[in-house]
């Protein structure tokens, strides 16, 4: 198995693109990280979606962007795990390259969420879930998540409060980050008053959906030229879990990231101290406590604690969501796999601006597709 | 890159299963391969599969199957590119393998279509064409390719009913196909007389939809006990075209078939001559004429010569659909690409029956997802 290397990034904002279509969004992301990796095509492309059949009509996604990004003939095909779409392209496109079988390859990830009414787009977000025993029972994909956030306070002791340390930390990252969604800083209070979603979620616990693309190109690290700098994947895993919630021994207890993410430590060699910036996926502010819990950095319940203690800032001893993460960067929802490991990048790169982490060395990226049925967790080391 | 194996397979009876769901579908695929090969569990299982979001509302198949399986904590997730989603999903599964990253996966292909009015899938499966510039403009999938065969008749100067041979050839095989959705015999006569769908393409010229489910079990060659048989995969390789029909030079040349023939040829270090049995994409009559002229087995605008000189049947020069392909087997459009790759491995075990080709020891499967967009090429050799 050959090591691999991301020598190109490329993202566009996460906005309600109304005036773009999906090929649109696809190709300023895919050119924008040939052109970062001064390559001019790729072997093969792998594009992380979700929706695209049921709200743009649109499949066969793989001929589509090779097409538009004029590298018709080239393998190319879409991969799919809810909201972990793009890790799992991500993950496609490392063992295409690891294998041998190419030498070069895009891993996209891309969602056009706002081409439609926003009841289309909730029922769409909901076959994340189990249809038949979570959906079709009248489930939207936040209230399944609200009752998990509910028992977790019951079960834990938090009052809802406790949580906006998460909120707060995404959105004053998002401010310095010209491809979110919210450039925009929240104040505890705007926490509180936060109009109610699905109790006890409000709408500042959740994460704005939008539409965007972002890429990575990978390539052999044998192939780099001398001297290159190069950000390498050190760690790669995947785990699932029960898809419907109420299915698993523990609801508050993330098994899939917990199993995905001992892999690819034990794959990096490396344990949760080791981690410099952890891009997690806070669809909502609960899965940033149930994520911290399980990837090791802290104990079972005790995840709003970091947040109480301001530690998760860039400065902190645990930074997440450094350029926004989906709370404030937006999610996007099958390309916010592929941001996530782009903002890892751009930390090891040193690219991250006021919200760069001093000396960040090994990055992680965690991406949860459906309420933890599907996590795919990504270490990242600067060579 | 290590060689891979497939030592296990399992399928349902292609049918519309109007009391059975995509997990139940799945799970009997799933347990058959599991079954077949000895084995109780496999380290990822990656689902191939077009349409469970617009018709069952059911995202992220990956975990869905994975936990009804009871194999939660695996890596799985689904793989799309539409009418060729199974052959994709088995080009994951081979590169997850041959990669390193894991020592058994199953490629699984399953697609539920009679779960919904006739109108909806028939708009859903639109969605393998190009959706701004094709499905927009009223054009249904099937109507795509009437006006390729028209453009064929017209170019080469055949008669319709000079493709007579390939369905009759087609049916003639499912009867002997306990899986097969048409199990039935036709006549030159039937075919004259069908009721026509979209001139030219009749009734007989077209591939049935329909609900199932096939597995395949690859581990690493090395790993098999010596003294079993074994059914390796020689060449694997994915080619993409422009997905709209009409930006291609030539419409009427399948110019992804050809590249992706040619990769697996020179991988398996063979030629047309040396391929014992050819299990094609016959969704549409004109789609075995046009695969069998990219693959090299008739010139150009010559496919329908072999179905006049009846070299198509399994004692014939180059036998096709020897289980009843796409015609008479059915179409379920996620599961084709697995059912073929399956009938191949039965072929190359010698468990094909009354249409048994004679000391097969090569075999090839094309699978073509959209009208030629995305195409998917694996030959097999018996060790």
């Not at 909730?122 to 936040?142: H, I, M, P």
């Not at 079960?155 to 401010?175: L, Q, R």
């Not at 021994?249 to 034990?266: C, I, M, N, V």
């Not at 079972?300 to 989906?326: D, H, M, N």
């Amino acid at each position: 198995m050959r090591e691999v290397a991301i020598i190109g990034i490329g993202q566009t904002v996460v906005d309600e693109h109304w005036d773009r279509s999906l090929r649109d969004l696809a190709g300023e992301a895919v050119f924008s990280a040939l052109q970062d990796a001064g390559r001019e095509t790729v072997e093969g492309v792998f594009v992380g979606n979700m929706l695209s059949g049921m709200l743009s009509r649109q499949e066969n996604l793989g001929a589509l962007v090779a097409d538009w990004t004029g590298m018709q003939g080239i393998e190319a095909y879409k991969v799919e795990a809810a909201c972990a779409s793009g890790a799992a392209a991500l993950r496609t496109a490392l063992m295409a390259v690891s294998s041998g079988e190419m030498d070069s390859a895009i891993a996209l990830g891309v969602e056009k969420m706002a081409e439609t009414k926003a009841s289309e787009t909730t029922a769409a977000l909901a076959t994340a879930a189990d249809a038949e025993y979570e959906s079709d029972q009248g489930l939207s994909f936040v209230a399944i998540n609200a009752l998990v956030m509910q028992r977790y306070l019951y079960e834990y002791g938090w009052k809802h409060t406790d949580f906006a340390g998460f909120s707060i930390n995404a959105h004053a990252n998002a401010v310095h980050n010209s491809f979110a969604r919210l450039q925009e800083a929240i104040t505890e209070e705007d926490y509180r008053r936060a109009r109610m979603i699905s109790a006890p979620i409000n709408l500042l616990d959740a994460s704005p959906t939008g539409d965007g693309a972002a890429a990575l190109l990978l390539v052999p690290a044998a192939a780099l030229r001398p001297g290159t700098p190069a950000i390498l994947i050190a760690g790669s895993a995947a785990a699932t879990d029960s898809l419907a919630v109420h299915a698993r021994r523990d609801p508050l207890w993330l098994a899939a990231a917990e199993k995905s993410t001992q892999r690819a430590y034990a794959q990096a060699r490396v344990s949760p101290q080791d981690i410099d910036v952890f891009e997690l996926h806070d669809a909502f502010s609960i899965m940033s406590a149930l994520s911290l819990e399980a990837a090791g950095f802290a104990e079972r319940g005790q995840g709003p604690r970091l947040a109480l203690e301001g530690e998760l800032g860039p400065k902190g001893r645990v930074p997440i969501s450094t350029r926004g993460g989906l709370k404030a960067r937006g999610h996007p929802v099958g390309a916010t796999g592929i941001y996530q490991v782009l903002e890892v990048v751009q930390q090891l790169r040193e690219q991250a601006g006021p919200t760069q982490v001093p000396e960040a060395r090994i990055g992680m990226a965690q991406n949860i597709g459906g309420s933890g049925a599907s996590i795919f967790t990504h270490i990242l080391r600067r060579a």
